[in-house]
């Protein structure tokens, strides 16, 4: 049965597996939520992977399913049902060694809202604002506008934290 | 930490990723997927599968047992009319929600995405409300009349009173039920996803 899993989709999932656990961390609080969503954006990438044809690169095609997913999804989670730990969630990554400065960083993140969370987290993967605005939707202009509010909102957030 | 590019070059240092899937993992979290969305949506068509199972079965025993009294079985008829295409919409409109993908489409935005399921959300919602809108009062009245006529000595005329009475007391409960569904399933979800699409709609940020 495993078999059924094509095993280019799973090295690719697994090369570009940070984006999924970026964006559970960017949009929700808590382990067995993010563990959820995370098992959901495999899902819909496993389910969407055939109409993906190479013409963006692979990552940017999972950051728009990912997001898409994790902006959807907000509802479903709050109602997840607690289910039996299993060996797989040994393999959730563990919140509390995050480092200060990140503690901060996705603190600051949290503050934004859903769509601004979603442009810096294109941002800080290095995406370009031609990237950001195809992903997205919006505008070059206004995702340029946004993230120069976005660079403000942040870095007094953090200026704040460091007093 | 003190800039955003200074904050871009700890993220990219920073390890997010858990552990790599292996074939029988993703089968795994696949195979759980499959199970929770099935039983999400078998859970909605199962339960309307069930009322429309109902009410055909009640008014076809109706039909049969007064086959002799044309009144009763007009009525009948009627009840059985008003939900035909009513199950026919709900299924097809619940289909079209429950396959909705997150769009593996590489030229369309998050956006786009969010736009088609809100728009196919509303759609169900709308088709929902107004098909309720005058289902429910239609089908109360003619169940209220056929329970009056058939049990009721003298009938529905004999009653009038006690026709408004049961027609009321059925129409407070269904509006209590629906309404708790609509905003749980409906309402909520809708008011999210408008709340994101009115924030993308700010172009004139800049």
Redesign the interface.
């Known amino acids: 049965m495993a078999n059924d899993i094509d095993s280019t989709f799973l090295n690719l999932i697994n090369a570009n597996l940070g984006i999924a656990h970026k964006i559970a961390r960017v949009y929700f609080d808590d382990p067995v939520s993010r563990e959820d969503v995370v098992q959901e954006m495999m899902y819909q990438l496993w389910r969407s992977f055939k109409s993906f044809d190479n013409r963006s690169k692979f990552s940017t095609w999972m950051y728009r399913v990912c997001l898409n997913t994790a902006l959807t999804n907000f509802a479903k989670a709050k109602r997840a049902q607690p289910e039996p730990l299993t060996t797989y969630h040994q393999n959730i990554p563990d919140v509390e060694s995050t480092s200060d400065d990140m503690n901060t960083l996705l603190e600051a993140i949290s503050t934004l809202s859903k769509l601004n969370r979603a442009l810096v987290l294109l941002y800080l993967e290095g995406m370009s604002y031609d990237e950001i605005a195809s992903v997205t939707g919006l505008s070059q202009g206004n995702v340029s506008v946004r993230l120069f509010r976005i660079r403000k909102e942040l870095e007094a957030f953090v200026k704040r934290q460091n007093q | ?4 590019d200074e ?2 070059e ?3 240092r ?17 195979r ?3 199970r929770k ?1 099935t039983r999400e949506s078998m859970k909605y068509f199962w339960a309307s599968f069930a009322l429309q199972l109902l009410v055909y079965a009640l008014y076809a025993h109706v039909v049969v047992r007064f086959l002799h009294d044309p009144v009763t079985v007009t009525f009948a008829i009627v009840g059985v009319l008003l939900f035909i295409p009513f199950t026919y919409m709900l299924l097809r409109k619940f289909k079209q929600l429950a396959v909705l ?14 736009t088609q ?1 809100r728009n196919v959300l509303y759609d169900f919602f709308r088709f929902k409300l107004r098909y309720e809108l005058w289902l429910i009062p239609l089908s109360t009245l003619v169940g209220t009349l056929l329970v009056f006529k058939i049990y009721v000595p003298g009938g529905p005329l004999a009653y009038l009173n006690g026709v408004w009475i049961t027609m009321g007391l059925t129409l407070a409960s269904c509006y209590l039920a629906i309404r708790n569904e609509n905003r749980k399933s409906f309402r ?2 809708l008011a ?2 408008d709340n ?1 699409l009115r ?2 709609a700010e ?1 004139n ?2």
């Open positions: 930490m003190d800039t955003l904050m871009k700890k993220w990219a920073h390890k997010h990723a858990g552990q790599p899937y292996d074939p029988n993992n993703m089968l795994r979290v696949i759980q997927r499959v969305h993908r997150p769009d593996g489409n590489e030229t369309s935005s998050v956006r786009q995405y969010i399921q909520k979800p999210e996803l994101l924030e993308f172009e940020i800049e």
